[in-house]
């Protein structure tokens, strides 16, 4: 089956090594981000081959692999266990592996500890959710030279006082906050922020506010620099309900239920191709 421009996708091979100057550069001529969920050593390589330029060891692996209800029981020994598996597989993609619950809130040297955890496992940047006083956070370790993402909108660790999985920053106020917090991270030095089920339109005005710090959606609409989601949404492996912004990329659009569908690895590709022409996802559809 073809996947028209996927097929001219350069191998993992002969891609550079993907750095922080090459994803701003990239980001800076409009070339979007590509991020995907990774946890294990297979799929660090499948993700390889298909050309995604960065992989997040994501806190959802406590959804996913673990089968929690939510991420807050993942350690920080979970999250590096599964950073030196994925570091030991990948090649060319930049590696970011998130800071769990309760391992990086009570001081900047709680954090510093636990960032230098995840660095020494493999990481490349870490990511930590949260505005306001985590500003303080990623200043300290910016400036002793951790790479930081930044998470904003709805932050999984902070779901039960966030009343559950709901679009944030609807109401003036609200998105007025999200915009605020976003400054102070990009003033602390945060190189990328992911943006989760947030507006598009505000998506997009953090985006344009601060070009230093490079936003990835999900849930965002089209207006950020790059998108991420779940392998296992991707692949069309949830169970239950699937958040209305995912798309089942083992499936080509419009096909039935019954119809052959994509390998993994076609998938993968055709999730890059998408991402990076436009086509996904779709401005319209936001929620769970």
């Known amino acids: ?22 994803l701003r550069e990239m980001a800076a001529r409009g070339e979007k981000l590509t991020m995907v969920t990774c946890y294990d050593a297979t799929f660090a390589q499948l993700l390889e081959e298909a050309s995604v330029d960065t992989l997040l060891v994501g806190d959802s692996l406590g959804n996913v692999v673990q089968g929690e209800s939510s991420t807050l029981p993942v350690t920080l020994a979970h999250m590096a266990y599964h950073t030196a598996a994925v570091a030991r597989a990948k090649r060319n993609a930049w590696l970011i592996t998130d800071m769990p619950f309760g391992s990086y809130e009570a001081s900047p040297q709680l954090a510093m500890a636990s960032a230098v955890t995840l660095m020494q496992a493999g990481a490349q940047m870490i990511k930590l959710e949260g505005g306001g006083v985590t500003a303080e956070t990623v200043r300290f370790l910016t400036e002793r030279g951790i790479p930081v993402c930044g998470h904003l909108g709805l932050t999984p660790q902070r779901v039960h006082a966030l009343g559950g999985f709901r679009i944030q920053g609807r109401e003036e106020a609200a998105a007025a906050l999200l915009r605020a917090d976003a400054a102070a991270l990009a003033d602390a030095g945060a190189a990328m922020l992911v943006l989760e089920l947030v507006p598009s339109v505000l998506a997009r005005q953090i985006t344009e506010a601060h070009p230093q710090m490079m936003t990835i959606g999900i849930g965002a609409g089209a207006g950020t620099a790059g998108q991420v989601l779940v392998l296992h949404d991707l692949l069309g492996l949830t169970r239950g309900r699937r958040p209305r ?8 659009p419009g096909s039935e239920g019954d119809a052959p569908g994509l390998s993994v690895a076609q998938a993968l590709r055709r999730y890059v191709v998408d991402v990076k022409a436009g086509l996904f996802p779709d401005e319209t559809l936001h929620g769970y």
């Open 1 to 22: 089956m073809s996947l028209h421009p996927a097929e001219n996708a350069a191998p993992a091979a002969a891609r550079p090594v993907t750095s922080l100057p090459r």
């Open 245 to 252: 912004f995912v798309r089942d990329f083992t499936r080509e």
